[in-house]
Every structure is written in structure tokens, then in C-alpha cells.
């Protein structure tokens, strides 16, 4: 198992810099920027269950068999299942587009990555990684915690604060222009960011930084294309606004 590990963490960094590239090319096709040429197609809300819930399934097993169990894997257990029990149970099922095609192709690539991203993290985590109670007041684990959160509320904020918009005006695109949109063009992205980074501090871990890296190579792209999406479809876009990082870009 621990030579998958190490496989699997080669992977990820591969998979990073693979993915950083072809977004700057080639847009996700769904949502938006959803297109045909990509095969077979299932309403988005069982798409993001499908390939969502194998993450919180592997955390929760190399949890449970892992043999010390303490008050830092309790939290680490509870902070990765906050984000996905609401990504797999709750946001398909409550977001705008849920009956939207996507593609199978993406589900099955989605599920790859996240069987490969869940067994790292659980088995490294939670088995290879040793953490006892004075690594709560590490600064690594205070400042991951308080990443975490912060990115955890901001993505979930702009979440609620799209469907909101997209509930008022259905099947219309608009410009978003309230709380951390009047800033950036993709806040939800910015969020989550945030969110894995806080993740990588927290555990001080080489597959947490694996996450972060992969998150960032695949949301800062998406992030700089909804951008020019928005610039492209409304003219009076605001031109002080960044596409995902406040003041920056």
C-alpha cells in the first residue's frame, strides 16, 4: 500500500501541472461553458454526487481503521466532511443547473482524481503522519484552522449568493455585484482555495500540499476564463474588477 501511496502522490503533482496547462486552452465543458463533442451527458446534480462521494468514503474509512485516534484526527476527520458532505449531499441538489448535462468523460476523470486525492490523504493522514494533542497549538495547525474556516464561509457565501442570483433571474446570466463580487469575478473559487491551503497547513503533510497545489492548478484557470466569459457577454463589466484573486488578478 505504501508504494500506491507514493505512486499516487506522484500522480496528483503530475496531474497538477497537467491540468494548470489544458484550462488555459480548454474550458471544463459544463456550466457556462457547457458544449457539445464530449459524449454521454447525466443531469449534473447525480454528476456531483457520483464524483464526489468516494472523497468523504475513503477519509471516513482510513479514519476508522486508523489505530490512535485524537482530538487532531477528530478535527481533521470533521473538517474534510464539512466540505464534502455538503458537495456530495447538499449543493447538487440545491444549485441552479442540477438538471444541466455533463459529461460522463468528466465524471469518470473527477472520480479518478478524487479516489487517488481521498487515498492519500486518508492513508497519509491518518496513518502515516503522526500528530498528538500539543499539535493543537502549533501554529501550523491554528493558522490551517483558521485558513480553513475562512475559505470554508467564503466559498459557501458565494455558493448561496449564486443561487440566489440565478433563482431571481432563471435561465439569464447577470452580473454579480454584492459582497466579494464587487472584487472578484469568482469568489467560490478564491474560497476553496483558500479552503485546501488551510488544509495543507493544518496537517503539514505532503499529500495536503498535493491537494492544494491540484486545487489551485485547476480552480485559477477556470477562475481566469469565467472572467473573460463575463468580459465577453457584458460590456459594461467592471473593468476594476480581478478574475479571482482580490487586487492581484
Known sequence: MHNFYNYSLYLIFGFSVIVFGLLFFIS?????????????T???KWAWMGMEFISPALITWFFITSDYKNI???IFVSVWLLHYIY????????????????PIIIVLMAIIFNGLNGFINGYGVFHLYS????????????TGVILFVTGFVINKTADEKFRNMRTQNPGDYKIPESWLFKYISSPHYFG????????????????????????FANLFP??????????????DYPPERKAIIPFVI
Do not use: C
Open 28 to 40: 471544463a465543458p459544463y456550466g457556462k461553458f457547457q458544449r457539445k463533442g464530449w459524449g454521454l
Open 42 to 44: 447525466i443531469p449534473a
Open 72 to 74: 487532531p484526527q477528530i
Open 87 to 102: 458537495r456530495t449531499f447538499i449543493y447538487p441538489f440545491t444549485q441552479s443547473g442540477r438538471d444541466k448535462p455533463y
Open 131 to 142: 500528530y498528538d494533542n500539543s499539535w493543537l497549538w502549533s501554529w501550523q495547525f491554528i
Open 192 to 215: 476553496e482555495i483558500i479552503e485546501w491551503g488551510g488544509w495543507a497547513v493544518m496537517t503539514w503533510s505532503l499529500p495536503g500540499l498535493a491537494f492544494f497545489i491540484f486545487t
Open 222 to 235: 477556470r477562475g481566469i476564463s469565467s472572467h473573460k466569459w463575463y468580459k465577453s457577454h457584458f460590456p
